[in-house]
């Protein structure tokens, strides 16, 4: 295990400028790994900009895509409670229709005026209109 204590007790900046030191020690030793590192740094630009559209790109999908859903389903939910509510006022209307359609004074009053109908012992009557007389009043 390599020993670093030479760089523990040395103050922030020399500990910068060994580091510095031993990278332009590389550099000298090794003239390819200079223009290595030159690439390197030309290429972090491009890679950061990369990086930070994927970064974003990631953002989109992990919370705007799904707040999207989010509002939209509860958009949904409350049209169907609009719905729900809406049938339910029709529901209890016609519950009511259906109470006073099944009262004996409603079903007389059905059978006498949809079907011509009478009790036994009542005649019934039918006026017609006299055949060649128009009934409208519209004029030629």
């Not at 500990?15 to 003239?31: C, F, Q, V, Y």
């Not at 949809?114 to 039918?126: D, L, T």
């Amino acid at each position: 295990m390599t020993d670093f204590t030479e760089f523990d007790d040395a103050p922030v900046g020399e500990t910068e400028e060994a580091i510095e030191d031993e990278r332009s020690e590389a550099r000298d030793r090794h003239p390819a790994g200079a223009a290595a590192i030159a690439r390197r740094v030309a290429m972090d630009t491009p890679a950061r900009i990369t990086v930070v559209s994927l970064v974003f790109v990631a953002m989109m999908f992990l919370f705007v895509f799904p707040t999207r859903s989010y509002l939209a389903q509860q958009r949904q939910v409350n049209d169907a409670r609009h719905s729900v509510q809406v049938l339910r006022a029709q529901n209890a209307q016609l519950a009511r229709e259906a109470q006073r359609l099944q009262t004996p004074a409603e079903i007389e009053r059905l059978a006498r005026s949809q079907f011509n109908m009478v009790f036994p012992g009542e005649q019934a009557y039918n006026v017609v209109p006299p055949q060649g007389v128009a009934t409208t009043t519209t004029t030629p």
